[in-house]
Nanobody
Framework: EEQLVESGGGLVQAGGSLRLSCAIS????????IGWIRQAPGKDQEEVSCIRMSDRSTSYADSVKGRFTISRDSAKNIVYLQMNSLTPEDTGVYYC???????????????????WGQGTQVTVSS
């Protein structure tokens, strides 16, 4: 069974940093993508960042480019989201999400994935 478990959220002051972790289990696909999607109060869901397992290619929302970095620890099967220079606009629930890559086509920047974690709250105070 595919499972994604997030950790690392919390309360931080503006300008601070947090690192989110997503522990991955049960993903037996030849290739898949893991990403972070956030939900802020009163706003649409936003795909923050994605990484493809096969080639480690990454993508970022314009709102986080240069501040957030997604990475993968293959040995531990964990995907990280390092978030620096946080602002109150980064506040929200951050979900780790994933889905298979088929014939070179993944879900990132295209559609919502099938598998989701429970979410972790990130609150940035001004």
């Amino acid at each position: 069974e595919e499972q994604l478990v997030e950790s690392g959220g919390g309360l931080v002051q503006a300008g601070g940093s947090l690192r989110l972790s997503c522990a991955i289990s049960g993903f037996t696909f030849d290739d898949y993508e893991i990403g972070w999607i956030r939900q802020a109060p009163g706003k649409d869901q936003e795909e923050v960042s994605c990484i493809r397992m096969s080639d480690r290619s990454t993508s970022y929302a314009d709102s986080v480019k240069g501040r957030f970095t997604i990475s993968r620890d293959s040995a531990k099967n964990i995907v990280y989201l390092q978030m620096n220079s946080l602002t109150p606009e980064d506040t929200g629930v951050y979900y780790c999400a994933g889905d298979i890559v088929l014939y070179g086509n993944g879900w990132c920047s295209r559609e919502l994935p099938s598998y989701w974690g429970q979410g972790t709250q990130v609150t940035v105070s001004s």
